[in-house]
Nanobody, 120 residues
Framework: QVQLVESGGGLVQAGGSLRLSCAAS????????VGWFRQAPGKEREFVAA????????RYADSVKGRSTISRDNAKNTVYLQMNSLKPEDTAVYYC?????????????WGQGTQVTVSS
């Protein structure tokens, strides 16, 4: 069974950068598609970015496109989310999720989340 642990969140000023990590246990992690989602207080969980396990295809939400990069290191069982030019509206708990198919908010494998707070 794959287990996910996020890290790298914190408090940053607007315009700053953070790199989130999603570390996985389990030898089969490299065969999972992985996504990042976020949930701000009082809001629904929303998709941020995803990457496939096959050729590393990526997709992004419009809200982070051009400011964020998702990548994976299968040798380290880790997926990263580099976020630049952060805005206060990026403040949320960020979660990673893994799925054998398309990663969605209905996927069954989730980490515990890491808090990102962007001050203005």
């Amino acid at each position: 069974q794959v287990q996910l642990v996020e890290s790298g969140g914190g408090l940053v000023q607007a315009g700053g950068s953070l790199r989130l990590s999603c570390a996985a246990s389990g030898r089969t992690f490299s065969t999972y598609n992985v996504g990042w989602f976020r949930q701000a207080p009082g809001k629904e969980r929303e998709f941020v970015a995803a990457i496939t396990w096959t050729i590393g295809s990526t997709r992004y939400a419009d809200s982070v496109k051009g400011r964020s990069t998702i990548s994976r290191d299968n040798a380290k069982n880790t997926v990263y989310l580099q976020m630049n030019s952060l805005k206060p509206e990026d403040t949320a708990v960020y979660y990673c999720a893994a799925d054998r198919g398309v990663v969605t908010s209905s996927s069954s494998l989730w980490g515990q989340g890491t808090q990102v707070t962007v001050s203005s």
